[in-house]
């Protein structure tokens, strides 16, 4: 069992940056193949971005490519999201998410375990 906190999220201007992080507890952390998701109102959830228990195998949504990064830290249990250049499309509830998976899914339904969830509003 894994369990998800996630941290970082605010209001920002468009254009601006913000990191999200997910502090994970529990055992083997480096098991699980980790994700962002997000979910705005009126909205299903939708994939962010994921990568791989090792982090060499990284996968994003073409919304979001080439101005969020995600990373972990498997010693520190810690998953982050670098979101730069942020639009007002942007805004919504993220969420962090691990799964025992071989390789990063897109698939929600393929993540078995999900933090509560951090606000992030982009103002125009």
């Known amino acids: 069992q894994v369990q998800l906190v996630e941290s970082g999220g605010g209001l920002v201007q468009t254009g601006g940056s913000l990191r999200l992080s997910c502090a994970a507890s529990?055992?083997?952390?480096?098991?699980?193949?980790m994700a962002w998701f997000r979910q705005a109102p009126g909205k299903e959830r939708e994939f962010v971005a994921a990568?791989?228990?090792?982090?060499?195998?990284?996968n994003y949504a073409d919304s979001v490519k080439g101005r969020f990064t995600i990373s972990r830290d498997n010693a520190k249990n810690t998953v982050l999201l670098q979101m730069n250049s942020l639009k007002s499309e942007d805004t919504a509830v993220y969420y962090c998410?691990?799964?025992?998976?071989?390789?990063?899914?897109?698939?929600?339904?393929?993540?078995?375990?999900w933090g509560q969830g951090t606000q992030v509003t982009v103002s125009s």
């Open positions: 529990g055992r083997a952390f480096s098991s699980y193949a």
């Open positions: 998410a691990a799964g025992v998976l071989p390789v990063p899914s897109r698939g929600p339904y393929e993540y078995s375990h």
């Open positions: 990568l791989s228990r090792s982090g060499d195998i990284v």
